[in-house]
């Protein structure tokens, strides 16, 4: 048709329509200052390919001294790749997986655990707030011994949970002796980890090795990276062959350098940790400001950076409206997510179209 746009032309206008930052996703953030400089550093010449590059080796040593740990890092495109074949390392397939009802390893990698450990199967455990507790696993682990059951090998648990719940160190500790008492490793899925730090003002190692944590999955990319997640193993018996595993899984970046020096320019910096808070506050900033108001309701405690809210069906549809996106999907509230980037100018209007949407209702079903 004659007064069609080009194509290119009809999507730049969809992206300046509506507000122009959005919090549906930690996702949708770009690259930070941080970890862009470190990657235009990286790329000032050649380096040695498949992770044998000055980088990498500055990116581990990062994270042994942030750990205080001589653990053993491998670093992989994404959280799916990641978690899976952490967990396959642990794994035979004959073996068996704890996770939480709500446990992204359960809902949203499309069987990657299952498919990389040929098959351990992962029992889940029903969990109103995503958090597993001892309880819980030691009910899974124990319910069945017999050769027809999968043998409970692992319990893995998610910090923050997908809910935006952070274990305390306490609760990571008896999740930890309850593994050690029924012979289970104990992996973390981190994919939010520097913001579980954040919210506990904790070191690294408090919430992981010390506290019992054998392998830690810590999320790169919704802290501010491209792309890139970190496996730390700190029982360095459990990642033999682990190179193997990420070769053989497409997980081998051949120009790792790319991968890894980021996490140079965020632990370095400590733009992982300022990132992560500034996440932190800008979902406290929106609870804040929307508790107490009439017809809303937080349906999860607001620990991380992410808020859950619950509201009638015509202040969701207003906030669609004005051009907010979110998903309903957890909870039936609607999900924001803040991240390195979030401008608290655009959290304070997202607020304040929450608050006069939500006085609407309110007068219309008194009126
Ligand atoms: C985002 C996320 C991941 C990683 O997802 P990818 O899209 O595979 O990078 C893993 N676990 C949790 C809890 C997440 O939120």
């Not at 042994?64 to 053993?72: H, K, P, V, Y």
């Not at 008492?181 to 904790?202: I, P, V």
């Not at 997640?229 to 790792?256: N, P």
Request: proline content about 4%.
């Amino acid at each position: 048709m004659s007064d069609a746009l080009p194509a290119d032309t009809a999507r730049r206008h969809t992206i300046e329509e509506g507000p122009t930052q959005q919090f549906a996703s930690d996702n949708y953030a770009g690259i930070c200052p941080e970890a862009w400089s470190a990657m235009e550093q990286a790329n000032r010449g050649s380096a040695t390919a498949y992770g044998e590059d000055e980088w990498t080796r500055r990116a581990a040593d990062a994270f042994r001294d942030l750990f205080a740990s001589d653990c053993d890092v491998y670093f992989a495109f994404n959280g799916t790749a990641a978690n899976s074949l952490a967990l396959a390392a642990l794994c035979q397939s004959y073996h068996s997986v704890i996770c939480s009802s709500s446990a992204h390893v359960e809902t949203d990698e499309c069987g990657a655990p299952e498919f990389f450990s040929n098959g351990s199967k992962l029992l889940v455990a029903p969990s109103p707030d995503g958090k597993l507790t001892p309880g819980a696993i030691r009910a899974l682990a124990t319910g069945r011994s017999d050769i027809h059951f999968p043998k409970p090998r692992v319990v893995t648990i998610t910090q923050p949970t997908e809910t935006g719940q952070v274990y305390t160190v306490g609760e990571i500790e008896a999740i930890s002796a309850t593994c050690r008492e029924l012979g289970l490793k104990l992996h973390m899925d981190g994919a939010r980890f520097a913001h579980a730090c954040a919210a506990l003002d904790c070191t690294p190692a408090e919430i992981t090795w010390q506290a019992g944590v054998d392998v830690l999955c810590f999320g790169g990319t919704k802290n501010g990276m491209a792309a890139g997640e970190a496996v730390i193993f700190f029982d360095r018996a459990l990642s033999e062959d682990f190179s193997y595993r990420c070769k053989q899984a497409g997980q081998l970046a051949s120009k790792m350098r790319y991968l890894s020096a980021p996490w140079i320019g965020v632990l370095e910096s400590g733009a992982w940790l300022n990132n992560a808070r500034h996440a932190n506050a800008c979902a406290r900033r929106l609870a804040a400001t929307v508790a107490g108001i009439d017809g809303l309701e937080l349906i999860f405690p607001v620990e991380a950076n992410a808020v859950f809210l619950a509201a009638p069906e015509p202040v969701l549809d207003g906030l669609r409206a004005r051009g907010w996106r979110f998903y309903t999907f957890i909870g039936g509230g609607a999900r924001f997510m803040f991240a390195w980037d979030a401008d608290p100018v655009q959290v304070d209007r997202l607020a304040a179209d929450v608050i006069e949407l939500a006085e609407q209702a309110t007068a219309s079903v008194a009126a």
